[in-house]
């Protein structure tokens, strides 16, 4: 079992930056795929990053130039920098899990088993 708690959701104004951070409860983080996902109004959730436990990264291509996503397996921590923001990043952003013995980084939130309860980023214009 996974608990994940996202932080750093906030109100900023387009061109600017957050970073968020979501900490992973548990002894086994180092073998978990970590995630980030976002759900505006109105639309599915989407996938936006992702890393594996050796730090094979995927990012959506919307995000892609403007987001970093990184681990800390020291610190059972994800973080996921946000540069460059623009109203179209404005969504839930949520942290999700996956256990998984392969290195490949899926980008369905399908395959993610644990979730955490998200994180509110709102990009004024």
């Known amino acids: 079992q996974v608990r994940l708690v996202e932080s750093g959701g906030g109100l900023v104004q387009a061109g600017g930056s957050l970073r968020l951070s979501c900490a992973a409860s548990?002894?086994?983080?180092?073998?978990?795929?970590m995630g980030w996902f976002r759900q505006a109004p109105g639309k599915e959730r989407e996938f936006a990053a992702a890393?594996?436990?050796?730090?094979?990264?995927r990012y959506a291509d919307s995000v892609k130039g403007r987001f970093t996503i990184s681990r800390d397996n020291a610190k059972n921590t994800v973080y996921l920098q946000m540069d460059s923001l623009n109203p179209e990043d404005t969504a839930v952003y949520y942290c999700?899990?996956?256990?998984?013995?392969?290195?490949?980084?899926?980008?369905?939130?399908?395959?993610?088993?644990?979730w955490g309860q998200g994180t509110q980023v709102t990009v004024s214009s």
């Open positions: 999700a899990a996956t256990y998984r013995t392969t290195g490949y980084v899926s980008t369905s939130p399908r395959s993610y088993d644990y």
């Open positions: 548990g002894r086994t983080f180092t073998t978990y795929h």
């Open positions: 890393i594996n436990w050796s730090g094979t990264i």
